[in-house]
């Protein structure tokens, strides 16, 4: 049931949220995707996109705790790769 209701308060954040709470500019954004500091945006729509907040809020903990690039890296692979089992188990 924790699951449940897990699953139920996830939202989706547009850009503009995203960069406000990373504290990045559009350019660094896109950046650290590149650099895999910042996990890729889900696509909602044939123009839009947007960003799990779990998976923000998981990157903005691992960079309050000092976590280096290489951390944040598997902080963001682990989180790609929950995504693709969340396919395989939808």
Known sequence: MTQLIQAARRALLRKQAVLAALGESNTQLYHKINLGLITKPVKIGPRAAAWPDDEISAITDAR??????????????????????????A
């Open 64 to 89: 309050i705790a000092g976590k280096s690039a290489t951390e944040i890296r598997a902080v963001v692979d682990r989180l790609h790769a929950a995504r693709k089992e969340a396919l395989v188990t």
